[in-house]
């Protein structure tokens, strides 16, 4: 059974910095596709990030290009999201998730992801 653990979320000020991160349990994660998905209050669940299993691919939405980054390392077994420029509304609950099936830049949805994080929030606020 794999397990996922994020951690990293707080409040920041608007413009500010925050790097999630995401400890996996079991080595086979180190093959999976893993996403970064956030909630925020009275709405859906939305896909934020991806990375495959190698760490050489990964896809965004529009809303956070150039200000996100998924990152991973696989010794570790450990997902990273670094997020610069943090917005108002990027305040969300942030889900980590691992898919067992092979990346694609278009498994957006949570039902294409296996397992689950409890979540961590992120408050950003002046």
């Known amino acids: 059974q794999v397990q996922l653990v994020e951690s990293g979320g707080g409040l920041v000020q608007p413009g500010g910095s925050l790097r999630l991160s995401c400890a996996a349990s079991?080595?086979?994660?180190?093959?999976?596709?893993m996403g970064w998905f956030r909630q925020a209050p009275g709405k859906e669940r939305e896909f934020v990030a991806s990375?495959?299993?190698?760490?050489?691919?990964?896809t965004y939405i529009d809303s956070v290009k150039g200000r996100f980054t998924i990152s991973r390392d696989n010794a570790k077994i450990t997902v990273f999201l670094q997020m610069n420029s943090l917005k108002p509304e990027d305040t969300a609950v942030y889900f980590c998730?691992?898919?067992?099936?092979?990346?694609?830049?278009?498994?957006?949805?949570?039902?294409?992801?296996?397992?689950w994080g409890q979540g961590t929030q992120v408050t950003v606020s002046s």
């Open positions: 998730a691992a898919a067992q099936r092979p990346w694609s830049n278009y498994r957006r949805r949570t039902t294409d992801y296996d397992y």
């Open positions: 079991g080595r086979a994660v180190t093959t999976y596709a």
């Open positions: 990375i495959n299993g190698g760490g050489g691919l990964s």
